[in-house]
């Protein structure tokens, strides 16, 4: 039955939504996503590129194991962290409106809320330079790792910084260091209610989704599923023998502004397209937004947007955007500011797919 399986996977090879234009490499990035699946490393992966006026889309794999029916190219997918980048994006569009300043403390603010709040500021909290504790870190709070039916179980956002600020911080003074904190983006979203009265995720909708017309994009809130199609994300279990769980319905409010989002390939590819070109902010709240520092020896970080470094053969391309991973999907929303933008959504299947994958995906996108 596996090996059934497996072939059934590979045949389910879908074709391009939308023909290859001269702009695009569409069958070499066919080619490397097919690989993936003939690999076994990915049930289902989608794909839209952007070139100037060109774009083209792709599915290749299964939407699941069971049916085997062919992925959808418009499918949607849990962005995870791709998230944050909606959240800042408010945050900033606040600091235009006057609401705020990046530099104002969290105290001010949140008063009472955030242990130290007075030393840590709002451009500490959106670029993980605040040393917040991480929630995620904890046993049992990670969405990246099965919690069997712990995975329906509601969290509130003071539940979460509960959890978090029972360790102290990770470095101190604040601004010291960096560290990755999926608690830094519950303030933010919380940061986002105080100032405007209303749930971030309906702010998100009104300042984002809408004008963007961004019809695929939800925030789901405490909603288990995902709207149709959509490919289901899958983790292998070191059990003896091995085995394979659904882990595609979830609470996803142990996420909530840190990484709950659902949305689609063309979605996201005019999110992070109208973002980079000044579509959402100020050209000012836009450069502070990529003003970044060393984080990950994979990227430099700046509020909400990560900055990676595409090596072409003669020269390097920097590319803006974010990556998400949430358990059974992995995203990568990038763009290079000048036209060309790649987002790709990933379901593992017997294992997490090579980062030297999606680099491969980004050379071939970015490089000609």
């Known amino acids: 039955m596996l090996l059934q399986t497996i072939l059934s996977i590979i045949l389910a090879v879908g074709p391009a939504v939308a023909p290859a234009t001269p702009a695009i490499p569409a069958f070499e990035l066919h080619d490397r996503l097919a690989g993936l699946v003939a690999d076994r490393d990915i049930t289902a992966g989608l794909i839209h590129v952007r070139n100037g006026t060109s774009e083209w889309s792709d599915a290749v794999g299964v939407r699941d194991l069971a049916s085997r029916t062919p992925a959808a190219a418009d499918g949607h997918f849990r962005i995870g962290s791709v998230t944050k980048t909606f959240a800042a994006t408010v945050l900033l569009q606040l600091v235009d409106g006057k609401k705020l300043s990046l530099d104002d403390p969290i105290e001010r603010h949140l008063p009472g809320v955030v242990p130290d709040g007075a030393r840590i500021t709002v451009r500490q909290v959106l670029q993980h330079t605040s040393g917040l504790h991480d929630y995620m870190s904890e046993p049992g709070h990670s969405t990246n790792r099965w919690r069997g039916d712990a995975r329906f179980d509601d969290y509130t956002p003071h539940q979460l910084l509960k959890v978090a600020f029972t360790k102290g911080p990770d470095f101190d003074p604040p601004g ?4 990755y904190s999926n608690t830094n983006y519950v303030v933010a979203g919380l940061l986002i209610e105080k100032l405007t009265g209303h749930p971030y ?3 998100v909708t009104r300042r ?6 961004l019809t695929h994009t939800s925030v789901p809130g405490h909603r288990p599923s995902l709207p149709r199609p959509h490919a289901h994300g899958y983790e292998p279990l070191s059990t003896a023998p091995p085995s394979i769980v659904d882990a595609t319905k979830m609470d996803p409010s142990l996420d909530w502004a840190a990484g709950e989002m659902i949305s689609t390939t063309r979605d996201l590819t005019t999110f992070v397209t109208a973002l980079t070109s000044g579509g959402l902010t100020s050209q000012e709240s836009l450069a502070e937004m990529r003003r970044t520092r060393d984080a990950d020896p994979l990227f430099r970080y700046g509020l909400g947007l990560q900055q990676f470094t595409i090596p ?4 390097s391309e920097s590319v803006w955007g974010h990556t998400g991973q949430l358990i059974g999907y992995l995203t990568f929303a990038v763009t290079d500011g000048k036209g060309k933008s790649l987002v790709v959504s990933l379901n593992p299947y017997e294992q997490d797919s ?7 995906l980004a050379e071939a996108t970015f490089c000609r």
């Open 176 to 179: 010291a260091s960096w560290r």
């Open 201 to 203: 995720g309906d702010e």
């Open 208 to 213: 984002i989704l809408r004008p963007l017309k």
């Open 312 to 315: 072409c053969a003669h020269r």
């Open 354 to 360: 090579p980062a030297a994958a999606v680099v491969s």
